[in-house]
Structure formats: structure tokens, C-alpha cells
């Protein structure tokens, strides 16, 4: 990903963050998950690191005493989304690789949609490198993924669900449109490609927004694709399970009931000692 690109990418996020919802973003269910798998699997966490600055997760019921530390590499999702810091939390503009702070390595460590971001093999194979320094052995890896089907599902089913109304959301449709158009995982998905494929088969926002009754403001959060070069991936399960195997054993998989909630599991692994 060229770095001017994913800065116009993040800041452009940053900007619509208030427009995206779940499955994007979790929902309730999915916070008072990961909040009870913290609760129960590391109950005497005194450090918590957080992948990214996602609010929800921020903002849940952590241990008394426990400080938990957010990195995200954009300075501009730091400033617009981030709820600001306390005696309890703050935020870091760092890079997830080498991560260098006092309180690593770290009793749990969380992250939503983190490998989404990555090219498939090698950035996943290098975060669960990273990951693997981060956790403490013993430690708890809560992760929230975004997964595509086997087969995958094509586009054409995609474009006719949405022109039936038979899409709960515009976030939903948008990750089912952009998963349609992956292809190869080591490819992954131009989002410039996610947009272009937008406009061509709904006849961009204003119509989209006439035949669904979905609001045109969110619809428009698609915008911040236009012209952007960064690429998503989205992986199966195992494939997340197979670059953590060596240092991370799988305690349980839970998915939530909402709309797509099959392709948004929770993960969550111990650090081997």
C-alpha cells in the first residue's frame, strides 16, 4: 500500500466513522462477548493492548486496575475516534511491528478486523509474529474476523439480494460486495475496484439510496474508496488459525446472530508458553 494513499484512506474513515455501523464496526453483542471472554479467561489482567482505537472496546467494562493501551498507525483515526484518554487508557500513534512500550508484553491483547487490513500470506504471517511478542505466555488473543464463505459468493447474488431488498444494511452490503470481488486471498480487494463496481451495478448513491430507503448519508461513507489504491483481505477461519498455530492455541469460536454475523467470528486463543 503506498503511504499516501492509506493516509487519504484512514483519514477519509476517520471522517465517515460516525456513518459506519455494524457489522463494520461490533455491535453490542459483540462487545458484551468479548467483554465476559476477558472477564472469564483473564480475569486478573492488569495490562490490555488494543489493536486499533476502536471506541466500543475501549469504552467496555475492563478489570479494576487493568491499563489498557491503543495503537493504531493513523494520527487521524487516533484524533477523531478515539474517546480520549484517562488514568485507565491512551492512545498511541505507532505501528503494530516492533511495538515498543512499557507495558508489553501484555496480559490480553484485542483486536477487531486487524487482519483484514493485511496481504495474505505474509502480513498475517508477520502480525502473529508480532502478536506473539506482545502476549504474555499464558496470555489471552481475543480477535473479531472478517471471513469469506467457501465457495465464495458471487457477485451476481450480491447485486441480486440488494436490488430485492433482501440486505438488512448498507455495511452489510458493502462487505458482501467487496468479499464477492476478492477473488484470491493473496490478492486480496482494490477498494478503488470495491467503489468503481459500486457505481456500475447500483447507479451510485442517490439511486441505491431510492430503490432501498437506506439513508443516502450512509450509503455515501463508500466515497472514501474512490481512487484508493490500499487492498482488503478477507480470510477463512483456518487461515487466521494456521499463522497463529505455532505460538497461539484456540480456546473457543463464537459468532453473533446478526446479519452476517456467520463471516464476523470471535476468536479467542491462549499465548503457548
Known sequence: ???????????????????????????????????????????????????????????????????????DKSEGMVRAVWPGDTARRRAVVADWFGLDVPE??????????????????????????????????????????????EPGETLERVISDVSARAIGNFNVFKWRLAMALQGDVTRGV???????????????????????????????????????????SYSTEREVEGCLAQDFELLETWRPGYELGERCPHLNFRRRA
Open 104 to 149: 508489553a508484553p501484555f496480559d490480553v491483547v484485542v483486536g477487531d478486523g486487524v487482519f483484514t487490513l493485511l496481504e495474505f500470506p505474509q502480513g498475517y504471517a508477520r502480525l502473529g509474529q508480532a502478536l506473539a511478542a506482545l502476549v504474555k505466555p499464558g496470555g489471552l488473543l481475543s480477535l473479531r474476523l472478517f471471513c469469506r464463505t
Open 1 to 71: 500500500m503506498a503511504a499516501e494513499s492509506r493516509t487519504r484512506h484512514w483519514d477519509a474513515y476517520a471522517a465517515r466513522w460516525q456513518l459506519i455501523g455494524p457489522p463494520l464496526r461490533p455491535a453490542k453483542v459483540d462487545i458484551e462477548y468479548l467483554s465476559a471472554s476477558v472477564s472469564r479467561l483473564r480475569p486478573q489482567a492488569k495490562t490490555a493492548l488494543l489493536l486499533g482505537v476502536t471506541p466500543e472496546i475501549a469504552e467496555m467494562a475492563w478489570a479494576p486496575g487493568c491499563q489498557l493501551v491503543a495503537v
Open 190 to 232: 482494490r477498494l478503488a475496484d470495491v467503489y468503481r463496481t459500486f457505481v456500475e451495478r447500483t447507479g451510485g448513491v442517490a439511486k441505491l439510496a431510492s430503490c432501498t430507503g437506506w439513508p443516502e448519508a450512509i450509503i455515501g461513507s463508500i466515497e472514501g474508496y474512490r481512487d484508493i489504491d490500499d487492498r482488503y
